[in-house]
């Protein structure tokens, strides 16, 4: 059965991976696979009878030599490794020693195990079909089903069900000097009532952040589609759009002051009729949506802990800037944002969006904040654009989509530089990390200012991640966080929209391997 071979291709990794290496160790003739010890000479020998193809080995051990290492394997397993030089003010993540000098090499084999678990797309496609099953609601199905996601992608990506289980992560994250950004995931709410649940789920999740390792936590953030019903706010970025194009056809008496929304370039083609207003009772629920909005912000506000405000579709991000702008306004009057929105660089129009708000912004002497991305929703994007007969709003080529990251972000910074914005750099490419940080020292932007944070999945870019704290920024990783069936529907989600990113992992294995290879032979050797 199709979730017997999910399980069993799960089950007890780390135990599997380790084993197998002292199993290794212990033999006549040992062997260690590439994945480890990356590019060395084949070394022919038979392991247990059988015949492996693509197993490397910088040597080939005897039995003599196998036993006198086989101590210094567990010391090698369970040790982290200090390095006599580490690199500080620079962007550097090709020293290995240095770069994973605080990680044991049993987190870097389950790092890598689950780096190629996750880069396999036929695996990917296969467990997203099994959860989806209707089987998943039986208990006997879904128990073992849920249990190898916990042991895999979800003990990759999320910081645990309970509050001790992320408290340990975000622990361990503060020793390797991370931080954490608390997500409370959950999907598009359908009514009131589910949208009332949500937010006495965030509102718990602010709390906890008091339970926590002090410090560890950077933001908290929501997903405006589980506060207000999507079809609501469908309908008000309907009406926010032909505002936009017809300023003088249409008024909107329930709109609140807000910065700019829409720029020249901004895609319309959502809205191609005049929309109905809002009904009475539609105006009554938005009002209820922008309420819910106002008490997490200020719970937030309450704690000093800034909330970050996801991006989401083009057919409702309007109204979701709407309603984080109008947010800014009200919580961004000190010296630091609470409120912080999010810019997708993927998006044509990104660069004067984000002009247009920040300026506004600058000229009422509010502080801006806002998450820099590139997107995710690529294939939803076009795809709804190309039933309309409309041109896709994403940029071009993924060239052009760097470009627009790095000028919103260099944009940004130089307004972090004049103590107008704050900005979080959300981003998994190493060109777009080493330009921000050439940015900083250009800007004299102080290592460890958080107007200059940055951000990426847990689980993905750790060397980007490491890297940037060994040069001194503030550093946070994305923590879903609760229990493994309130999750999964999030990373189901993330895992379709962020096929592309899940199988480009490939220079962090390679980094891994390398150094995994070299704590490997020193220990051989030494």
């Not at 990506?157 to 997500?183: H, P, Y």
């Not at 919103?408 to 981003?427: F, N, P, Q, R």
């Not at 990783?477 to 379709?496: N, Q, S």
Request: proline share 5%.
């Amino acid at each position: 059965m199709a979730w017997r071979a999910l399980l069993a291709s799960s089950k007890g990794n780390r135990n599997i991976l380790l084993g197998g290496l002292r199993n290794r160790f212990e033999r006549s003739e040992v062997r260690v696979s590439a994945s480890f010890v990356g590019n060395s000479e084949v070394c022919g020998s038979k392991l247990g009878g059988d015949t492996s193809q693509g197993l490397f080995n910088s040597r080939c051990l005897t039995s003599e030599s196998a036993q006198r290492s086989a101590p210094a394997l567990q010391d090698w397993i369970g040790a982290t490794v200090v390095p006599d030089i580490i690199n500080h003010g620079n962007l550097q993540i090709e020293n290995g020693e240095a770069l994973y000098s605080a990680m044991s090499s049993r987190e870097l084999l389950s790092t890598l195990f689950n780096l190629y678990l996750v880069a396999y797309e036929p695996l990917v496609d296969l467990s997203i079909k099994v959860l989806r099953l209707p089987l998943m609601k039986h208990a006997a199905f879904r128990i073992p089903v849920l249990q190898a996601v916990k042991q895999t992608a979800y003990s990759h990506f999320c910081a645990g069900e309970n509050v001790a289980e992320a408290s340990a992560t975000l622990q361990r994250m503060w020793e390797l000097g991370l931080k954490g950004i608390l997500d409370y995931s959950l999907e598009d709410a359908t009514d009131n009532d589910s949208c009332d649940q949500n937010l006495q789920g965030f509102l718990n999740t602010v709390q906890t952040t008091l339970r926590l390792p002090a410090g560890s936590v950077s933001f908290a953030c929501v997903k405006i589609t589980a506060l207000c019903p999507l079809p609501l706010l469908e309908r008000v970025s309907d009406l926010l759009r032909w505002r936009h194009l017809h300023p003088d056809q249409i008024s909107l008496p329930w709109m609140q002051d807000t910065l700019p929304i829409l720029a020249p370039s901004s895609p319309t083609y959502h809205t191609f009729t005049a929309p109905e207003p809002l009904t009475a009772t539609e105006e009554k629920h938005l009002k209820l949506a922008e309420e819910r909005l106002r008490t997490l912000c200020k719970s937030c506000e309450e704690n000093s802990l800034p909330l970050l405000i996801d991006a989401e579709y083009t057919s409702v991000q309007p109204a979701i800037d709407y309603f984080t702008f109008s947010a800014s306004l009200e919580f961004n009057k000190s010296a630091k944002p609470v409120v912080y929105g999010t810019v997708q660089a993927y998006l044509q129009d990104a660069l004067p969006r984000l002009q247009l708000a920040s300026d506004e912004a600058t000229r009422r002497g509010i502080q801006i904040g806002l998450k820099l991305v590139r997107g995710a929703y690529i294939s939803r994007e076009s795809a709804l654009a190309a039933s309309l007969g409309a041109p896709s709003p994403i940029h071009s080529s993924i060239q052009d989509t760097h470009n627009c990251y790095d000028a919103c972000a260099s944009l940004m910074m130089e307004k972090a530089a004049m103590a107008e914005a704050s900005v979080v750099l959300a981003t998994h490419n190493f060109q777009s990390g080493k330009a921000a940080a050439a940015k900083a020292e250009e800007l004299n932007i102080r290592k460890g200012n958080d107007r200059v944070q940055f951000a990426q999945l847990k689980g993905m870019a750790d060397s980007l991640s490491l890297g940037l704290v060994q040069a001194g920024f503030q550093v946070s990783k994305y923590l879903p966080f609760g229990p493994v069936d309130h999750v999964m529907p999030y990373l189901i989600r993330r895992a379709e929209e962020n096929r592309g990113l899940l199988s480009t992992t490939t220079a962090d294995r390679q980094r891994i391997s390398k150094e995994l290879s070299r704590r490997l032979q020193a220990v051989i050797v030494g």
